[in-house]
C-alpha cells in the first residue's frame, strides 16, 4: 500500500498589514506499487505513433522498434491499444470497429500488437486532434479504468487541423488521461505540444536522434507501469474571506494548476496530480488573507493529498502577524529558490519566441535573465543548454550575446527543458 508523507516550507511571520502567505508543500510517495496490481482498479495504455508523410523511412523504422519496445514493456494484464495517426486516426490494434476498444496484456496479444506495428507506413497529414479524441473513446470503452495513460510521438506541425479544432479536442480530453509526448527531429512546435501536455499532465521533450526513440518509449511505459496510484488529487481549504491566489507544482517541473481547481465546497478546491509512483513532487501555494492585527495567529491553508474521500496526507500553512522585522523579513530558501526557478521557465520560453519573431534585443534580455537565474537557483542543466544559445559573458549579471548560427535542435531542447526544476541546493 502506497505511503504518503508530506513537509511545509515557509516563513509564517508576516508583518503588520501583509496579507500573502507562501509555502511550499512536499509530498513524497513511497511503495506504489505497480500500476493496475494494487487492487484500485485496471489500467490503460495507448501508444500513439505519427504515420505521417514526413516520418519518412528512418523516422518511421524508428518509431516502430519504439512502439514495439513499448508493447514489451507493458505488464501483463494491463488494457492497451495502438493508434497509427496522419490526418485520420486509425485503430491499428485491435482491430474492432465497435464495443471495447482495448486488450489486456497478453503473450497474444503482445505478438498480435507487434505484426500491427510493423504494417505502419508512412502516408498522409497531421491532424493530432483526431488522435487524442481517439484515445478518449478507447479509454471510455472500458469502464474499469482507474488510470489511462499515453504516449504520443510526432515529428511535425499539426498541419490538418485549426488551432480552435486542436483546443477544442484538448479540452475534451481534460481529466479523461495522462500523456507523454515526444518530437523528433526539429520540424514540429514545442508550444503546440507542449500544449498538450501540460493540459493532459504529462511531459514533453525532443528526441534529436531516431535511435533513442526505443530506450525513450521503454522509459516512458515503465514510468507508467510504475504508478501504482492511479488518480489523486491535492486538496486547498482556506478561511473564510481569504483566497487562493495561485497553486503550482513546482518540482520537478513548474505546471501552474491555478485554474485547474474544482470547488468542493465554499472553503475547498481540489486540483488534479494524476497517478503517482515512487516519487516526491513539491507544490507553490499562495494564499491571501485579510490582515489581522500583531500578535494573531491563525491557519492560513490545509493541503492535502486525496484520493476521493480518503486523505492520504497533509501539510499546514500558518500566518503569525508580528511587528519584529526580523522574522518578518526572512524568506524561506524554498520559496525564494521555487520562484526564481518559476522566473526561469518564463524567461527562457519569452525569450526564444522574441527570437523567433526576430526581437532580438528582447531575447538577449530575456535569456540573459535566464542565465542570471539558472547560476541563482543551481540549475546546471538549464545553464548548459542556455550555453548552446547564448555567449555567457557573465552568468552573475546575466549579460549574454545571442550566438550567430543557433541550432534549431538546441533551441527546442531549451524549450522543452524550461520547466524541468532542481531542488534547493544543501
Known amino acids: 500500500m502506497a505511503v504518503f508523507t ?12 501583509s496579507t500573502d502567505v507562501n509555502a511550499i508543500v512536499r509530498i513524497d510517495c513511497s511503495e506504489a506499487g505497480a500500476a493496475g496490481q494494487t487492487g484500485v482498479g485496471d489500467v490503460g495504455e495507448i501508444v500513439i505513433v505519427d504515420t505521417s508523410a514526413s516520418m519518412g523511412l528512418v523516422n518511421m523504422q524508428a518509431a516502430k522498434d519504439a512502439a514495439m519496445v513499448a508493447v514489451d514493456t507493458i505488464l501483463d494484464g494491463t488494457f492497451f491499444s495502438i493508434i497509427a495517426g496522419n490526418h485520420r486516426a486509425y485503430l491499428a490494434y485491435p482491430r474492432v470497429t465497435s ?37 478518449r473513446s478507447l479509454f471510455a470503452s472500458i469502464p474499469s479504468l482507474a488510470g489511462k495513460h ?88 482556506i478561511p473564510q474571506n481569504a483566497q487562493i491566489s495561485f497553486v503550482r507544482q513546482v518540482s520537478p517541473t513548474v505546471e501552474d ?51 476521493g474521500p480518503s486523505i492520504l496526507t497533509q501539510g499546514l500553512v500558518k500566518a ?32 526564444l519566441a522574441a527570437h523567433a519573431q526576430g526581437d532580438d534585443r528582447t531575447a538577449t534580455q530575456k535569456l540573459g535573465r535566464a542565465v542570471q537565474l539558472a547560476a541563482e537557483t543551481g540549475n546546471a542543466e538549464a545553464t548548459t543548454r542556455l550555453g548552446r544559445v547564448v555567449d555567457i559573458d557573465d552568468p552573475v549579471t546575466g549579460r549574454v550575446q545571442l550566438k550567430k548560427n543557433i541550432d534549431k535542435a538546441d533551441e527546442m531542447a531549451l524549450d522543452t527543458a524550461s520547466t524541468k526544476t532542481t531542488r534547493i541546493r544543501g
Open 257 to 307: 494548476l491555478t485554474h485547474r481547481g474544482t470547488p468542493v465546497d465554499a472553503l475547498t478546491a481540489t486540483f488534479p496530480t494524476g497517478a503517482w509512483g515512487d516519487e516526491s513532487r513539491d507544490y507553490h501555494i499562495c494564499v491571501r488573507l485579510p490582515a489581522k492585527a500583531v500578535g494573531t495567529e491563525q491557519l492560513a491553508a490545509r493541503v492535502q493529498l486525496s484520493t
Open 99 to 135: 464495443g471495447p476498444g482495448m486488450v489486456r496484456m497478453s503473450p497474444q496479444t503482445r505478438t498480435e500488437a507487434k505484426t500491427a506495428i510493423a504494417a505502419f507506413r508512412a502516408d498522409g497529414g497531421t491532424a493530432m486532434g483526431s488522435w487524442l479524441l481517439l484515445a
Open 320 to 351: 503569525k502577524w508580528s511587528a519584529d522585522a526580523g522574522l518578518t523579513t526572512r524568506i524561506s530558501p524554498e520559496v525564494a529558490h521555487y520562484t526564481g526557478q518559476t522566473e526561469l521557465a518564463s524567461a527562457i520560453q519569452e525569450g
Open 6 to 17: 508530506s513537509m511545509v516550507y515557509q516563513n509564517e511571520f508576516l508583518a503588520d498589514g
Open 150 to 237: 499515453a504516449i504520443l510521438l510526432t515529428d511535425g506541425e499539426n498541419h490538418n487541423e485549426s488551432v480552435t479544432q486542436l483546443e477544442s479536442s484538448i479540452r475534451q480530453c481534460l481529466g479523461e488521461f495522462q500523456a507523454d509526448c515526444r518530437g523528433i527531429g526539429i520540424e514540429w512546435q514545442v508550444s503546440e505540444i507542449r500544449k498538450i501536455a501540460q493540459a493532459l499532465l504529462g511531459t514533453v521533450d525532443v528526441i534529436p536522434s531516431p535511435k533513442d526513440l526505443p530506450r525513450i518509449f521503454q522509459e516512458l511505459i515503465a514510468r507508467s507501469m510504475g504508478r501504482g496510484v492511479p488518480d489523486a488529487q491535492l486538496r486547498v481549504w
